[in-house]
């Protein structure tokens, strides 16, 4: 444990998210904006994150193995990656910031739409809300990608379709106070079984399982193929809090650079915890779980 603390605080990557995190939250002061609950999630996600380390082993890692340099396959599976990135967070976007406004995409809009109106048509009673957008997310994230992926030469184990290390252990860990509010609310009648299941398969399918497919299994492996484990988990983070840029800009007034201020303080923090627990487990699995239980514990 101590090796791997002196490891973080000889990374370059991790200061370089450090800086990035500061700055924001001192953007955020000087507008006026309330930093107090951005620091508290930090510190609890740095603090769990330390426990997922420590209840995890060391899997050997790519970084002490020789490797070749990436070659086009390589390239291409990350531009099929970040294309899709950029194109869902462009329409994620368009639709926070300019609501009853379509901005339709050539061949890609068809076919989201399409999945929607299944999604409308067969998950209304599996899913608590948006049945469409279930189906939509599921798609545009993972779907999509995965397929083309596939095509440019990706194996299915590479993508976080594998064996994993710790999982019920981290789970444990990451799901133990939420679980105990979810029990408390079946017992006190707040809520019901059936309830919290439709609500897990609800926000499984919205962004649980696809968002964490797109930015971890789809994203970090491929940044994997040209830089350090460190490096890796740090660029998708920072790219998963751009990639709500549009709900956090509109929470903020529409101040696009609050905004991103926002998203730096809060969603990269969320999705630096997410990477950990997807390099320390291996799999899709716990970092799925995870954030569906953080999604159905805010709400």
């Not at 609890?44 to 330390?50: E, K, N, Q, V």
Request: a positive charge.
């Amino acid at each position: 444990m101590i090796q791997k603390l002196k490891s973080i605080f000889s990374s370059r990557a991790a200061w370089f998210y450090v800086t990035i995190w500061v700055l924001s939250l001192v953007y955020l002061v000087i507008r006026g904006d309330g930093v107090t609950g951005s620091v508290a999630f930090a510190a609890g996600i740095f603090l769990f994150c330390g426990l997922t380390v420590a209840l995890t082993r060391d899997v050997p890692d790519d970084d002490t193995e020789e490797k070749p340099a990436p070659g086009i396959r390589d390239w291409v599976q990350l531009l099929i990656v970040l294309f899709v990135v950029a194109l869902t967070g462009y329409g994620g976007y368009v639709f926070n910031m300019w609501h009853g406004i379509s901005a339709p995409i050539p061949l890609w809009t068809p076919v989201i739409d399409w999945f929607g109106e299944l999604g409308g048509r067969y998950l209304g009673d599996v899913v608590d809300h948006s049945p469409g957008l279930a189906a939509a997310n599921l798609a545009r994230y993972v779907l999509i990608p995965l397929v083309f992926l596939l095509i440019a030469g990706a194996r299915f184990s590479e993508l976080g379709f594998r064996r994993g290390y710790g999982v019920w252990r981290v789970l444990a860990l990451w799901v133990f106070i939420p679980l105990l509010f979810f029990i408390y609310g079946v017992v006190s009648g707040s809520s019901t079984v059936p309830t919290l299941l439709r609500m897990f398969v609800g926000n499984l399918l919205r962004n649980g399982f696809s968002e964490e497919f797109l930015f971890r299994g789809a994203l970090q492996t491929r940044l994997r193929l040209f830089m350090n484990t460190d490096w890796a988990v740090v660029i998708q983070a920072l790219l998963f809090g751009i990639w709500h840029l549009g709900v956090n800009t509109e929470m903020m007034g529409r101040d696009i650079l609050a905004g991103l201020a926002l998203g730096i303080a809060s969603h990269s923090i969320f999705g630096l915890a997410m990477g950990i627990i997807f390099q320390r487990t291996r799999n899709l699995v716990a970092p799925s779980i995870v954030h569906v239980a953080n999604n159905m514990f805010s709400s």
